[in-house]
């Protein structure tokens, strides 16, 4: 059964990140806030956290479209290739915030994702899953969790989420409610901006 951990987004208590931090590297999933709705994710580094992640999604682990969640700019660099200034200066506008950019990825991107030609990069606005990239030292892979709920997309009541997902995940973070509209997703793959998904970031960013 998974551990249910109250962390405050408005001063993360450094005790409780470290304790997430130990179990994703041995391998943990967790559920934590972001700046959108409550997102699934594992160290980026470890195949059998990113297979089981897979697993649950019910997807094939070299075709799944997870984000990698970084702390900054110069984190996203790691595993994208070179942009233009004008994407630059987009990022720039946009970062932290509730978007998702889908970049091209360049060679240092994860086993598992080496025959991806893009790769999908979130910096939310939310300081308990920035400090847990930080502490960990490389991003982790996320993806939403979605609700079965016809009225509701989105869990975002960190208390039902655990009873929910306490049997599938290790760790379910309370960083409070959490919103209930995904993030906009915005294609800058090619150069000129393409607007995947309309979520809770605006378009004035472009």
């Known amino acids: ?86 994407t630059f200066k987009i990022l720039k506008r946009a970062l932290p915030g509730p978007y998702t950019f889908i970049l091209p990825g360049n060679n240092n991107l994860p086993k598992e994702f080496k025959k991806k030609t893009t790769v999908g990069i979130r910096v939310p606005d939310n300081e308990i899953a920035l400090e847990i990239v930080r502490k960990l030292g490389n991003p982790i892979v996320s993806t939403s969790i979605h609700d079965d709920d016809e009225i509701l997309e989105y869990s975002t009541d960190p208390e039902l989420i655990f009873e929910k997902w306490q049997n599938l995940v290790d760790i379910v973070i309370d960083g409070g409610y959490g919103d209930n509209e995904a993030s906009t997703i915005i294609d800058l793959s090619e150069g000129e901006p393409v607007v995947i998904r309309e979520g809770k970031g605006s378009l004035d960013i472009l």
Request: positive net charge; contains cysteine.
């Open 1 to 86: 059964m998974a551990q249910f951990i109250k962390i405050y987004p408005e001063n993360p208590n450094e005790k409780e990140i470290a304790k997430v931090i130990k179990a994703l590297k041995d391998g943990a999933l967790i559920i934590y806030p972001t700046d959108t709705v409550y997102g699934l994710g594992c160290d980026i580094t470890n195949t059998k956290a990113l297979e089981r992640i897979a697993k649950i999604k019910g997807v094939k682990l070299e075709k799944a479209n997870f984000s990698f969640v970084c702390s900054d700019l110069s984190n996203i660099s790691d595993y994208i290739k070179q942009i233009d200034t004008s």
